[in-house]
């Protein structure tokens, strides 16, 4: 059974700062992993999508990777801004999410 | 932008009731899901949905729920005989392609049983 795990569970970074946001998984032979912005009481907001034949995939600030062999996806953030604060959420083929990463950026 | 709406934001229930919480997904997508998120827990995947049956489900989705796409434009969850741990916020989710698509999900209907 797949199983998620995201570390650090909370991070707090000052403004400006560059910072990684860790996803691991148990189960390697994967379709997808998506990256996801959740703000408190909403629904959650696609930021990355990444293709188990892509080893990465960029939008804006955004930069997400996939290293299968190991397991692992991680998220980075470039030039963190207050309005980036949010649960960051990954999931693996739309089936297993992880806790999430609580940022907060403080200006 | 296209995007996924659903309804009611917010539904208050008493315990046994029964409660229908429905979706309308982006228009050209054909894979349409259900989730749940209890307060401060994981998002749970619950079904999945293709041209109109079942194609995935887990151990969540029992006999108490059951999906429906009505009509041309409306995916509907319901839920019979309502407990408290019923209580969450469910999210219907939609994607054009099943295992590469990318999935775009509605703001949640949050169920409240009392």
């Known amino acids: 059974k797949q199983e998620v795990t995201q570390i650090p569970a909370a991070l707090s970074v000052p403004e400006g700062e560059n910072l990684v946001l860790n996803c691991s998984f148990t189960?390697?032979?994967?379709?997808?992993l998506q990256w996801f912005r959740q703000d408190p009481g909403k629904g959650l907001t696609s930021l990355l999508l990444i293709q188990s034949s892509q080893r990465e995939q960029t939008s804006g600030r955004l930069n997400a990777s996939l290293d299968k062999s190991s397991g692992r996806s991680t998220l980075y953030i470039a030039a963190s801004q207050p309005g980036d604060s949010a649960t960051y959420l990954c999931a693996v083929e739309g089936s297993t999410f992880g806790d999430g990463t609580t940022l907060t950026v403080k200006p | 932008e296209p995007e996924v709406t659903q309804t009611p934001s917010h539904q208050v229930t008493q315990m046994g009731q029964e409660v229908i919480l429905r979706c309308v997904p982006i228009s050209n997508h054909l894979y349409f899901y259900w989730y749940r998120q209890i307060l401060g827990q994981k998002v749970e995947f619950l079904v999945s949905?293709?041209?109109?049956?079942?194609?995935?489900k887990s151990e969540i989705f029992d006999d108490q729920f059951s999906v429906e796409r009505p009509d041309g434009s409306n995916f509907t969850l319901k839920i019979r005989s309502t407990k408290l741990e019923d209580s969450a916020m469910y999210f219907c989710a939609s994607s054009d392609y099943r295992n590469t698509g990318e999935l775009f999900f509605g703001e949640g209907s949050r169920l409240t049983v009392l």
């Open positions: 949905f293709y041209n109109n049956e079942i194609s995935e």
């Open positions: 189960d390697s032979a994967i379709y997808n």
